[in-house]
Structure formats: structure tokens, C-alpha cells
């Protein structure tokens, strides 16, 4: 029962590196989210897909890039990455009726140096 | 402006006393849901509660209920009978609806800043 699947778990990053968060999903699921969260704060929506073949920008979309390759999996993309992006990374899933909760996959700690 | 505001940065409680933690919200959509998600040292996001805003009820699970005034944009989780296990961060969150290019959908949980609970033996 894998629900919401994201890797690398911790990753450490040099300035100006790129790296690529994977998430995938197994419950069907139309819409899906990538949330960071900082030390001691709530979580900050930075893209999402409401549907396959749609993405959005959230609250703190810049720095980064987003794809929904297929109805499961939808990848988070640090293009040059920065120490202000040190953080918790969390893909999130979910069907899209308000009533319906979001599913969390288990976060990924990076680090950017 | 903050669409989601939880005011205590940390409560204390006594183990096997209640608690409640308190959360207001921002929004002029008429359809909603509210919700609480515990969030243990370990990080993982774990759902508790859900109020949808045309619920005539105060949502219960267990240990938690949901005191829901929606003339005060107010949710407040109230856990009974705290356990040790109970310590963790929770946060309040609200989904409401959006529309973009393929039609209208509900998403978006937008998260308070959280509150430390912290349960003493």
C-alpha cells in the first residue's frame, strides 16, 4: 500500500546544481502538489496539476520548474539551486472534490550548500 | 492576507486533560473543507480531521472533534484525553475551490503556521 511515493528521501546540493524530485502516486489520483515546508513554518505550495496535463503555479514558484509526466507521477525540478532553497520537499496527492483529503508522501530533506 | 491563522505557537498540556487548539480562516467562497494534520518529530503529514463547510456537525474522529463556527471563520481542534503520543506540530488547513483552463476542481490545501503541542506526563 505505497500511496504517495517521492524520492531521493535526502539529497545534499552544491549552489547552482540541478536536481530533479520524483513523485509518484498510486491511488488514482487526478490532482497533485509539490509543498515545501521551512524550519518551524507551515507548508508553502509551490506547483501544481490539478489534472494530467495541466500545471499551475502555488505560492513559491520561482527557482523552479514542474512536470506531470502521466496521470501518476509529477517531478519537481531545482534548475540552478540556491541555498534559500534548502527545505522539505512534499509531493501531495489527492481527488478533486472539496470534501476529499490531500495524501502526503514522506517528505525529502535538502539540503543546498 | 493570511488566509489561514493559527495563533499559539506552543501549548502545554497535562496527560489525559483536554486541549484545544485554535485556527481561523480567510475566505469568501461559500464551499470549503477545513482540516487539522499532525505532523510528528518524524515529519511525516498525517490527516486527523475534516469539516466541510455546508456540514450541519461538528466533525468527530476519535479523540478529535472539530469545533466549527462558521459565523467566526473559526475551527478549532479540541483533543480529549491527551496522550504522551499526542506531541507533535499541528496544522490547520483549508481547501477551496479554482478554476482553470479544464473546468473548476477544489485543491490547494493552504496551511497555517502550525502549533507545538507539547503533552507532560
Known amino acids: 500500500n505505497a500511496g504517495v511515493t517521492q524520492t531521493p528521501k535526502f539529497q545534499v546540493l552544491k549552489t547552482g546544481q540541478s536536481m530533479t524530485l520524483q513523485c509518484a502516486q498510486d491511488?488514482?489520483?487526478?490532482?497533485m502538489y509539490w509543498y515545501r515546508q521551512d524550519p518551524g513554518m507551515g507548508l508553502r505550495l509551490i506547483y501544481y496539476s490539478a489534472s494530467e496535463g495541466t500545471t499551475d503555479k502555488g505560492e513559491v514558484p520561482n527557482g523552479y520548474n514542474v512536470s506531470r509526466l502521466n496521470k501518476r507521477e509529477f517531478s519537481l525540478r531545482l534548475e540552478s539551486a540556491a541555498p534559500s532553497q534548502t527545505s522539505v520537499y512534499f509531493c501531495?496527492?489527492?481527488?478533486?472534490?472539496?470534501?476529499?483529503?490531500?495524501?502526503f508522501g514522506e517528505g525529502s530533506w535538502l539540503t543546498v550548500v | 492576507a493570511q488566509k489561514i491563522t493559527q495563533t499559539q505557537p506552543g501549548m502545554f498540556v497535562q496527560e489525559k486533560e483536554a486541549v484545544t487548539l485554535d485556527c481561523t480562516y480567510d475566505t469568501s467562497d461559500p464551499s470549503y473543507g477545513l482540516f487539522w494534520y499532525k505532523q510528528p518529530s518524524s515529519g511525516e503529514m498525517i490527516f486527523l480531521i475534516y469539516?466541510?463547510?455546508?456540514?450541519?456537525q461538528n466533525a468527530t474522529e476519535g479523540r478529535y472533534s472539530l469545533n466549527f463556527q462558521k459565523a467566526r471563520k473559526s475551527a478549532n481542534l479540541v483533543i480529549s484525553a491527551s496522550q504522551l503520543g499526542d506531541s507533535a506540530m499541528y496544522f490547520c488547513a483549508m481547501r477551496e475551490g479554482y478554476t482553470y483552463a479544464g473546468g473548476t476542481s477544489y485543491g490547494k490545501l493552504t496551511f497555517g503556521q502550525g502549533t507545538i503541542l507539547t503533552v507532560h506526563p
Open positions: 469539516q466541510g463547510s455546508y456540514d450541519q
Open positions: 491511488m488514482n489520483h487526478n490532482s
Open positions: 501531495a496527492s489527492s481527488v478533486w472534490t472539496v470534501g476529499n483529503t490531500i495524501y
